[in-house]
């Protein structure tokens, strides 16, 4: 297996930061399924990275620019003050001004120590040098102490007691330990006017399907239901049968994800990709016919109890297992009946094992020499397929 040098990225679908191999053309989300051209991430990435660092260089800049404006500023308000004749002193301090005693010919005299300007102060201020010459310092009067009044402690508030919780205790017999061990609540499906919803439908997806009669184990969808919700169907372990009308056109990631006991399922004709994990875990599920216009089998998306696999096309693709990605579903290649071992198209069989490593039944009828639109054998009279009547093209 050869080392990945992996990469960090953001899926273009659901946001996610994930992971890829830099010297794979694509790559798959390991969330949502995904697939990423990562050419093209990797020049968005390079692109984004570079503006960034060009955003970074012009932020400095101007960060800079304002410093040496504001510098300048500083410095022509200190030329315009000398030029007056003007001073900047430092406000008033909110503390009490020291005094130093100086010796006179009348006695001592208190003069105040003024602290050193600064001039970057902001709240400085002008004086006229002119007009103050000549005043005498002003002597702030003494403050006096103020004696702080003892106030009574507060009481605290009492705390407001809180009634338990009573929980009903379930009467179990004493040797019955699977129910000590299910004795937690069943969570209730939601209602509608009273009465439980077995479909929970929002703007024609199928959120969730509620098992209400364990009796009913086949399902048909209703006729509102265009799209299936990720995980709408998932851990089901009642139903058995599965039918989608052809008005739903796309069943999300791990739909039916672990429905152990579904052994049937009719996809709709306007569906187009068979999503991530889709059929996961359906181990009862042996065949599944997959219509026409199924364009895509997604990596990792039928990997179940799938013993065969009939197209209606044979340009539906489908993943190999790599060190990229997982196989779309497991391919029987020791005859053990441990995966797909055999795909059926216009009622012919092929052996999985010879056919998957194609990617669909289309390439591996070229490789063979066969019609690549049906899988005939092409006439040595004209060359052509005797069943579509299609010459040989490729």
């Known amino acids: 297996m050869t080392r990945l040098d992996l990469i960090e990225m953001e899926c273009t679908s659901c946001k996610n930061v994930i992971f890829g191999d830099k010297n794979a053309e694509y790559w798959y989300c390991g969330i949502c399924g995904k697939r990423i051209d990562l050419k093209a991430s990797a020049e968005l990435q390079e692109k984004e990275n570079k503006l960034k660092a060009k955003e970074a260089e012009l932020k400095i800049r ?7 404006e504001a510098e300048l500023r500083e410095k022509e308000e200190i030329i315009k003050a000398l030029e007056n004749g003007e001073e900047l ?9 020291t005094f130093k005693a100086t010796q006179t010919a009348d006695g001592v ?33 003494p403050v006096k102490p103020v004696t702080p009044v003892a106030s009574a402690p507060v009481k605290p508030a009492e705390p407001i007691p809180v009634k338990p919780e009573i929980k009903q205790e379930i009467p179990v017999a004493e040797n019955d330990v699977s129910a000590l ?10 209602v509608s006017d009273g009465k439980p919803k077995e479909f929970e439908i929002t703007e024609h997806t199928l959120v969730k399907y509620n098992t209400l009669n364990p009796n009913i184990v086949k399902v048909s969808l209703p006729a509102n239901v265009w799209r299936i919700g990720s995980g709408a169907f998932k851990g089901n372990t009642n139903i058995t049968s599965v039918v989608c009308s052809d008005n739903v056109t796309e069943i999300c990631d791990s739909a039916f994800m672990d429905c152990t006991s579904l052994t049937e399922i009719k996809l709709s004709n306007e569906m187009t990709k068979i999503n991530y994990k889709t059929f996961n875990g359906c181990d009862k599920l042996k065949s599944i016919t997959i219509p026409e216009n199924v364009k895509e089998i997604m990596c990792d998306s039928m990997v179940c109890g799938l013993e065969e696999i009939v197209f209606k096309s044979p340009r539906t693709t489908w993943e190999q297992a790599s060190d ?29 094992v010879d056919v998957f490593k194609h990617g669909c039944l289309t390439n591996y009828f070229k490789a063979n020499g066969l019609c690549q639109y049906c899988g005939s054998k092409f006439s040595f009279v004209n060359g052509k397929c005797p069943n579509c009547k299609t010459k040989k093209d490729y």
Do not use: C, H, W
């Open 109 to 141: 005299v208190p003069t105040l120590v003024r602290p050193d300007t600064v001039l970057n102060n902001p709240e400085m201020k002008f004086t006229n040098l002119a007009g103050d010459a000549n005043k005498k310092p002003e002597i702030p009067a």
């Open 89 to 97: 002193i430092k406000p008033k301090a909110p503390v009490t001004p």
């Open 181 to 190: 061990q299910n004795k937690k609540p069943k969570v209730q499906p939601p």
């Open 324 to 352: 990229v990605v997982d196989a779309s579903f497991a391919i029987d290649k020791n005859g053990k009946g441990k995966g797909v071992n055999r795909f059926i198209f216009r009622g012919t069989e092929y052996k999985a």
């Open 62 to 68: 101007e960060n800079a620019l304002r410093k040496k």
